[in-house]
């Protein structure tokens, strides 16, 4: 895959959501290859969750990936949901396809567009399913494998959660690292884009997959996204991606470079992340309750439920043999905080 890209890290895919005409195709590429984008992305049928909403210019679009092709000069990728697809791409000349979230979840599907790939060499980039599943994801690696799909690559694009969390699809560092650990060969990109739902998330995402060590971006990119049929929030203009990008840090991988620790290291920073997160929605909840109190005007500190919380804590954590005395410090800090918070609020007027 890497003869795809040119030299810089990270290897770059952008391009809008959805190709919309061949105008909007061509000026949005037009302006990302003078900013050294070396692949082009353009969704051609567009699985859409809701019903009545743009489904995708559909086979029409696949010529303008063509004069992409030869006005540029960069290879252009698509996303394919069936045989199908598979075929109009593969009639069409298209480079590269890609699996989204929701076609890795279908395993009929998986299977299906694998026979329809059989022994070709032409590049294909498996996002992980929408739900977080590893299982999915690595079986749909597997269904290409065993039909001599020989070049193959991972997107982590997050995972849908019905929690209240900062961006669109959360990003579970640790079941990427996981799944670069069981295919250290294969080119591991992430699709900041989709992780954020937003334009304002994905240059952190984007900063966070490097220092992960991944391969390379796929960003959504438009010409007008204030227009875009889909996904609208989430797309860059060309000259902003150029921007992100170049604010981006690439971690050097020094000579000598102790692979192992590293490896670690980025999980235990997956894990850290995490932790965070969880703490910020138990503080959430925390200061609902604050509230629900101050209206009822029932106490703070009600030590019978502390006493109960910390009792399961502990029994859990014995079950992970962890040590009792540790879960007591912490869960007293993380009383004391929420505690606080909430006298805060009461105290208001
Ligand atoms: C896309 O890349 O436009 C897309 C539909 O992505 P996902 O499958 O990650 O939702
Ligand atoms: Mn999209």
Same mark, same amino acid.
């Given at each position: 895959m890497k003869e795809y890209f040119n030299d810089i890290r990270p290897w770059l895919i952008a391009g809008p959501c959805s190709a919309e005409s061949e105008e909007q195709v061509l000026t949005t590429a037009r302006a990302l290859k003078d900013f050294g984008v070396s692949v082009f992305r353009a969704g051609i049928w567009k699985p859409r969750?809701? @019903?009545?909403? #743009?489904e995708g210019i559909g086979e029409k679009g696949l010529p303008w990936l063509r004069e992409v092709q030869e006005q540029t000069g960069m290879k252009v990728c698509t996303e394919v949901a069936n045989a199908s697809h598979v075929k109009a791409c593969l009639d069409a000349g298209v480079d590269m396809l890609w699996i989204g979230a929701r076609t890795t979840s279908n395993p009929f599907l998986v299977q299906e567009i694998a026979e329809s790939l059989s022994?070709?060499?032409v590049p294909v980039l498996v996002k992980n399913p929408v739900n977080a599943d590893l299982g999915l994801w690595t079986g749909a690696i597997e269904r290409f494998r065993a039909q001599d799909v020989r070049n193959l690559g991972i997107i982590h694009r997050g995972f849908s959660t019905f929690d209240k969390i900062r961006?669109?699809? +959360? @990003?579970h560092w640790r079941y990427a690292i996981e799944m670069r650990t069981r295919f250290p060969e294969l080119p591991f990109f992430c699709d900041p884009s989709h992780m954020a739902g937003?334009?304002? #998330?994905i240059a952190e995402i984007s900063q966070r997959a490097l220092d992960l060590g991944m391969d390379g971006l796929m960003i959504e990119s438009h010409c007008r996204p204030q227009c875009a049929l889909s996904d609208a929030s989430q797309q860059l203009t060309p000259s902003a991606l150029a921007g992100l990008v170049g604010s981006l840090t690439v971690r050097e991988q020094v000579a000598g470079n102790d692979d192992a620790l590293d490896g670690m290291r980025a999980r235990i920073d997956a894990v850290d992340d995490d932790l965070v997160r969880l703490l910020a929605e138990r503080m959430d909840i925390s200061r609902e309750i604050g509230n629900y109190k101050k209206e009822r005007n *029932? +106490? *703070? *500190?009600?030590s019978a439920r502390f006493e109960e919380l910390l009792g399961a804590a502990k029994k859990l954590g014995a079950t992970y043999g962890l040590d009792g005395d540790f879960l007591v410090r912490i869960f007293n800090m993380i009383h004391d905080a929420s505690a606080a918070e909430q006298n805060k609020i009461i105290s208001e007027k």
């Open positions: 969750t809701h @019903p009545g909403c #743009f022994g070709t060499d961006y669109r699809n +959360a @990003p937003s334009t304002e #998330f *029932i +106490a *703070i *500190i009600q």
